[in-house]
């Protein structure tokens, strides 16, 4: 600090020297090709998931919800290449529709954790001292809850449904992703250029949201990244025990517990295939998000 | 200095529970419409009914004296009455506990054995084996325990018939013969998590210098792996399996309503469909102080482990 004084007085109308923060600019499409043949692959799956939960129900070739009474537990028969699920309804057309619900819940959850953790974790570092300890103890405390038990007791009080289970799950995680962000924030905020930009006379807000966030961001993305996976299971659980989303909406986790009736009818194909979906999109965010985590672990 | 760590983790315990529980109850005060609406679940009540109800949670009082009021009949073991059942919600729980207990205690056994056994063979030995481990764990920990459970449910109920699909069993044999199925769903993504953890705190302290010196001191290999690797390894492993083991509780829920066992977590479920809050209040308080109680645990034998670690939080 002392020795940044000569350059940059406080109150000086024209600083002598602008400090310039640094920044971990690299792009996208760098970011990712660092992350190897493992991490690339996951992001084309990922892609793909994505692709499908915009689009799904526009080229489902049949309606997701549409019930053949005689057609329960078909197997792939012509245009219907993974055959009927337990209401005679076409297993493909189901999964493709059922990604929309299946990817969007993850994503509010991810972004909702993400936002109020970020804010929690930028907050203590700033102030730090009193205002530090107050917040991580009351993180601390709240990770008492796990996830799925808030989102079932949710589900008691406001009744089932896709968007408390969301809210659940992302208070549930905060704690988690502001415990990370925290300790990236607190080193970031010793750094020298932060103490220089303060003396420069720059706001609090401007430091914390046009430097420390930029620069705490690698992480926030490996952190989103691997927490999409946690929120995916952890919704298809939910709405696999029938807390969720409500059927005969489709939705991966619904379709299991649908179809669960046809396993000891020896006819697994319409549960293994959403169970399947579930876990690709899983292994793909896991695999991603551990790649950007190293990468934003050895940034720093 | 330990047992300021310790006094310091009881009361974060202390405080968690009271957090905990305040959320459990307060949600009777967020939900849509009176109280009474949400005790009843929407069902159309007599009178009298109401009546009791209104005593039996002091919904005449202010809302922390209610707060108290149940806070006290919880911690004497009074927990409400089901709605549904009109029973006793203690009773209820009780006749359930047993199961759940048993479920989690078996699939931690599966992850303590199975997971510690795999990482450390394969963090001992680089090579084919190791990499078939990181790849089968990496993919074996993304599968979700419903989706372990109908695979499962396939393979080794239907097709091979070695185990029963569905429900407990009467003794304590046939329990294990109905437990196994569910023990393995509930601990597979757990088990792939500890072993990985397992592999690379096992080649992170092979790596050392201390344990490069040991071996060229000419130090046996038994002895080498055991007094050198093992014991320094031991730190994040009992970490990794602690706070995994704990999250057990939570999933059991899932898997208990996959195998149609009559556990607290199925019937948590089944609580939450029918609006039955007295009992989804009940079991959560049990289930979250568990939780609690298992995480809190793992904090102190981790301090009792690394006697440098007995000031900060938990590490990462």
Same mark, same amino acid.
Request: aromatic share 6%.
């Given at each position: 600090?002392?020795?940044?004084?000569?350059?940059?007085?406080?109150?000086?109308?024209?600083?002598?020297?602008?400090?310039?923060?640094?920044?971990?600019?690299?792009?996208?499409?760098?970011?990712?090709?660092?992350?190897?043949?493992?991490?690339?692959?996951?992001?084309?799956?990922?892609?793909?998931?994505?692709?499908?939960?915009?689009?799904?129900?526009?080229?489902?070739?049949?309606?997701?919800?549409?019930?053949?009474?005689?057609?329960?537990?078909?197997?792939?028969?012509?245009?219907?290449?993974?055959?009927?699920?337990?209401?005679?309804?076409?297993?493909?057309?189901?999964?493709?529709?059922?990604?929309?619900?299946?990817?969007?819940?993850?994503?509010?959850?991810?972004?909702?954790?993400?936002?109020?953790?970020?804010?929690?974790?930028?907050?203590?570092?700033?102030?730090?001292?009193?205002?530090?300890?107050?917040?991580?103890?009351?993180?601390?405390?709240?990770?008492?809850?796990?996830?799925?038990?808030?989102?079932?007791?949710?589900?008691?009080?406001?009744?089932?449904?896709?968007?408390?289970?969301?809210?659940?799950?992302?208070?549930?995680?905060?704690?988690?992703?502001?415990?990370?962000?925290?300790?990236?924030?607190?080193?970031?905020?010793?750094?020298?250029?932060?103490?220089?930009?303060?003396?420069?006379?720059?706001?609090?807000?401007?430091?914390?949201?046009?430097?420390?966030?930029?620069?705490?961001?690698?992480?926030?993305?490996?952190?989103?990244?691997?927490?999409?996976?946690?929120?995916?299971?952890?919704?298809?659980?939910?709405?696999?025990?029938?807390?969720?989303?409500?059927?005969?909406?489709? /939705?991966?986790?619904?379709?299991?517990?649908?179809?669960?009736?046809?396993?000891?009818?020896?006819?697994?194909?319409?549960?293994?295939?959403?169970?399947?979906?579930?876990?690709?999109?899983?292994?793909?965010? /896991?695999?991603?998000?551990?790649?950007?985590?190293?990468?934003?672990?050895?940034?720093? | 200095?330990?047992?300021?760590?310790?006094?310091?983790?009881?009361?974060?315990?202390?405080?968690?529970?009271?957090?905990?529980?305040?959320?459990?109850?307060?949600?009777?005060?967020?939900?849509?419409?009176?109280?009474?609406?949400?005790?009843?679940?929407?069902?159309?009540?007599?009178?009298?009914?109401?009546?009791?109800?209104?005593?039996?949670?002091?919904?005449?009082?202010?809302?922390?004296?209610?707060?108290?009021?149940?806070?006290?009949?919880?911690?004497?073991?009074?927990?409400?009455?089901?709605?549904?059942?009109?029973?006793?919600?203690?009773?209820?729980?009780?006749?359930?506990?047993?199961?759940?207990?048993?479920?989690?205690?078996?699939?931690?056994?599966?992850?303590?054995?199975?997971?510690?056994?795999?990482?450390?063979?394969?963090?001992?030995?680089?090579?084919?084996?190791?990499?078939?481990?990181?790849?089968?764990?990496?993919?074996?920990?993304?599968?979700?325990?419903?989706?372990?459970?109908?695979?499962?449910?396939?393979?080794?109920?239907?097709?091979?018939?070695?185990?029963?699909?569905?429900?407990?069993?009467?003794?304590?044999?046939?329990?294990?013969?109905?437990?196994?199925?569910?023990?393995?769903?509930?601990?597979?993504?757990?088990?792939?998590?500890?072993?990985?953890?397992?592999?690379?705190?096992?080649?992170?302290?092979?790596?050392?210098?201390?344990?490069?010196?040991?071996?060229?001191?000419?130090?046996?290999?038994?002895?080498?792996?055991?007094?050198?690797?093992?014991?320094?390894?031991?730190?994040?492993?009992?970490?990794?399996?602690?706070?995994?083991?704990?999250?057990?509780?939570?999933?059991?829920?899932?898997?208990?309503?996959?195998?149609?066992?009559?556990?607290?977590?199925?019937?948590?479920?089944?609580?939450?469909?029918?609006?039955?809050?007295?009992?989804?209040?009940?079991?959560?308080?049990?289930?979250?102080?568990?939780?609690?109680?298992?995480?809190?645990?793992?904090?102190?034998?981790?301090?009792?482990?690394?006697?440098?670690?007995?000031?900060?939080?938990?590490?990462?």
């Amino acid at each position: 600090m002392s020795e940044l004084m000569p350059l940059a007085r406080a109150g000086d109308a024209a600083p002598l020297v602008t400090v310039q923060a640094p920044r971990g600019g690299r792009g996208a499409v760098g970011l990712l090709r660092a992350t190897g043949t493992a991490g690339m692959a996951s992001a084309v799956v990922i892609a793909i998931a994505t692709t499908v939960a915009v689009i799904g129900s526009l080229i489902a070739p049949f309606s997701p919800t549409l019930v053949h009474p005689a057609l329960p537990f078909v197997g792939p028969t012509g245009a219907h290449v993974l055959g009927f699920d337990v209401e005679g309804r076409d297993v493909l057309s189901r999964l493709l529709a059922g990604a929309t619900s299946s990817m969007l819940g993850p994503l509010a959850v991810v972004l909702g954790s993400l936002l109020a953790g970020t804010m929690f974790a930028v907050i203590a570092a700033w102030r730090r001292g009193l205002i530090d300890a107050v917040i991580s103890s009351g993180l601390d405390i709240l990770f008492a809850f796990p996830g799925i038990l808030l989102a079932v007791l949710a589900a008691a009080v406001f009744g089932a449904g896709l968007p408390a289970a969301a809210i659940s799950l992302a208070i549930a995680y905060m704690p988690y992703v502001a415990r990370v962000l925290r300790g990236a924030a607190l080193k970031e905020r010793s750094q020298p250029y932060v103490a220089a930009l303060e003396v420069q006379g720059a706001s609090a807000t401007t430091i914390c949201l046009r430097h420390i966030v930029p620069n705490i961001m690698p992480l926030m993305v490996a952190q989103a990244t691997i927490l999409f996976g946690y929120a995916m299971v952890d919704l298809a659980a939910i709405s696999f025990i029938g807390l969720g989303v409500q059927p005969p909406a489709p /939705n991966w986790g619904v379709m299991i517990s649908e179809n669960q009736v046809g396993i000891p009818q020896g006819y697994p194909l319409p549960a293994l295939a959403a169970g399947a979906c579930i876990v690709a999109v899983v292994i793909a965010f /896991n695999v991603l998000g551990e790649r950007l985590f190293e990468q934003a672990q050895g940034s720093r | 200095m330990r047992l300021a760590f310790i006094a310091r983790r009881l009361a974060m315990l202390v405080a968690s529970l009271l957090v905990a529980s305040f959320v459990i109850f307060g949600a009777l005060a967020l939900a849509p419409g009176n109280p009474i609406a949400a005790l009843s679940g929407g069902r159309s009540l007599p009178p009298s009914s109401l009546h009791v109800l209104e005593q039996r949670y002091h919904l005449n009082q202010p809302f922390f004296t209610q707060y108290w009021y149940w806070l006290d009949n919880a911690l004497h073991g009074n927990l409400g009455i089901s709605i549904t059942l009109r029973e006793n919600v203690t009773t209820l729980i009780a006749s359930r506990v047993w199961t759940t207990a048993g479920l989690v205690l078996y699939a931690s056994l599966i992850i303590l054995v199975l997971g510690i056994g795999m990482g450390i063979v394969a963090g001992l030995r680089p090579g084919m084996l190791d990499t078939s481990a990181l790849v089968t764990s990496a993919i074996s920990a993304a599968i979700p325990s419903f989706v372990a459970a109908i695979a499962l449910v396939a393979l080794f109920a239907v097709k091979l018939r070695w185990f029963p699909a569905l429900g407990n069993g009467t003794d304590f044999v046939s329990n294990l013969r109905h437990f196994t199925l569910p023990a393995f769903a509930l601990a597979l993504s757990s088990l792939a998590i500890v072993a990985r953890v397992t592999r690379s705190a096992i080649r992170e302290e092979a790596d050392r210098e201390h344990v490069q010196t040991a071996i060229s001191r000419g130090i046996p290999r038994r002895q080498l792996v055991r007094r050198h690797i093992l014991r320094n390894a031991a730190i994040p492993i009992t970490t990794i399996s602690g706070i995994t083991i704990a999250s057990l509780i939570a999933v059991a829920a899932v898997v208990e309503t996959a195998f149609s066992l009559n556990g607290l977590g199925a019937y948590l479920v089944t609580s939450a469909q029918n609006k039955d809050l007295a009992v989804v209040q009940g079991i959560s308080l049990v289930l979250v102080t568990a939780f609690v109680v298992i995480n809190v645990a793992v904090d102190l034998a981790y301090a009792v482990l690394d006697p440098r670690v007995a000031l900060g939080s938990r590490a990462q």
